[in-house]
């Protein structure tokens, strides 16, 4: 695994090593991560969810999903717009998601900003889909190295210091590029995981917004 980053599984097939063999992460690798994404509200949900992990691991927001889909609304950024201070105070209370005021208040303030961005280009998905990164910013193979070294991209970069300058908050660019590579707008399966080649087909038949 030090030389590939590959896992093999008991089913004998190769996977990312990050999902380090747990059942409910090896399913998320395998059914989610890098899948491409176009629905607005699953977009807005990862890069919220994105930035509670900032600080943590991803594996203890993943088992925290359902909570916070149930404490802001299933991300329907229309209606976590209109939450207020008591909102707030509940949601500092819930014990069943991240309790960090700051983030908190992050995501109603990004959900108002999700709604200026959706009303200016048709769809958050036709916005994030803008910072595809060309196959010249691509590295010719993804191995572990590569990933390793990697945390952050011109891409990245630059879509953290857009979605900044139009009042978006926690969304530094290695937070982005996660958000990235989750939502399939890059391939970052490594070479040898049994995903590679699925995700490059479904970005491949992907009908962009």
């Avoid at 959706?118 to 060309?134: K, N, T």
């Avoid at 970052?188 to 962009?208: K, T």
Wanted: hydrophobic share 40%.
């Amino acid at each position: 695994m030090e030389k590939t980053g590959i896992i093999i599984g008991e089913d004998g097939q190769g996977r990312c090593f990050w999902h380090g063999g747990l059942e409910d992460y090896r399913r998320y690798h395998d059914e989610e991560w890098g899948r491409p994404v176009t629905d607005d509200f699953r977009l807005f949900e990862k890069i919220c969810l994105e930035g509670f992990q900032s600080g943590l691991s991803w594996l203890t927001i993943l088992r925290k999903r359902e909570n916070f889909r149930a404490a802001f609304a299933g991300f329907d950024f229309e209606r976590v717009a209109n939450f207020g201070e008591e909102d707030i105070e509940r949601l500092v209370a819930d014990a069943g998601i991240i309790r960090h005021r700051g983030k908190i208040v992050s995501t109603i303030n990004n959900a108002r900003r999700a709604i200026e961005l959706r009303d200016e280009f048709g769809s958050l998905a036709r916005f994030f889909w803008s910072f595809e990164p060309g196959a010249d910013e691509r590295p010719t193979v993804m191995d572990y190295a590569t990933l390793s070294a990697n945390p952050t991209t011109p891409t990245s970069v630059r879509l953290s210091k857009d979605l900044k300058k139009r009042g978006w908050t926690f969304v530094g660019p290695t937070t982005v590029y996660a958000f990235m590579q989750a939502m399939g707008l890059v391939n970052d399966h490594l070479a040898g995981c049994i995903c590679q080649p699925e995700v490059d087909r479904l970005r491949a038949e992907l009908i962009r917004p």
